[in-house]
């Protein structure tokens, strides 16, 4: 498919921005598991990095590429991370967490110096919202918080396993899918979400990636803010 082989041509054009001996953030989703398997390529071939991955999956995915891993425990400096987004608008703001791993991902984000993201072109959008915004909410105020979003003009789902029963993250939270449509102004509904008690983290990242690599055909676009 056009979009997979984007997806990896975005994901190799991203091991620019990896040196010898850099902690590695390691995103989750399927354009960040094509950069984790090149990176692993690299590690056979004697390249040395430390990855932290951003969830149980890329952590199992790098584990079985034999990518030696750290945890924010012993290192709390990240050189750079790669990792996909939903949505990207042009001031390099993102939607995340359609893989359900953003809680994780910003934390690692914002201990990163250079966050990269790699996406295949369908994610660039001139305004966010298109993408359902995924908010991770404590189970204790799943309905709270999802009446106070809607009073904020979304209409919310809680995301759903194939079996009906609701998708827990990697911290045992569940998902609210929020479609908001456009989103006038996402650093103040950013804000909003923040100040909610109940809601853990939303998938909202601004002012977080450095850069962003688009792969369009076989061209890549970089966007650097
Ligand atoms: C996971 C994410 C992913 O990076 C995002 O959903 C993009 O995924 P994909 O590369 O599979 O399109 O935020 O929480």
Known sequence: ??????????????????????????????????????????????????????????????????????????????????DGADE?????????????AMLREKIVASA????????????????????????????????????RITALGAKVSVRLNGDGTPYVTDERNHILDCRFGQIADADVLARQLSEMPGVVEHGLFIRMASVVLFARGSEIVELRR
């Open 1 to 82: 498919m056009a979009n997979d082989q984007e997806k990896e041509a975005a994901a190799r054009a991203s091991l620019q921005f990896v040196k010898d001996g850099h902690v590695v953030g390691l995103g989750t989703g399927s354009t960040a598991a094509y950069f984790i398997r090149l990176l692993g390529e690299k590690v056979k071939n004697g390249m040395r990095v430390r990855g932290i991955p951003t969830s149980d999956r890329s952590r199992e995915l790098a584990e079985s590429l034999g990518i030696p891993l750290t945890t924010l425990d012993e290192c709390q400096e990240i050189a750079v991370t790669v």
């Open 88 to 100: 990207v608008d042009p001031q390099l703001r993102l939607i995340k967490g359609g893989g359900g």
């Open 112 to 147: 990163t110096k250079q966050l990269v993201i790699v996406a295949d072109a369908t994610k660039q959008v001139p305004v966010l919202g298109k993408f359902p915004l995924p908010v991770e909410v404590i189970q204790f105020a799943q309905a709270l918080v999802a009446k």
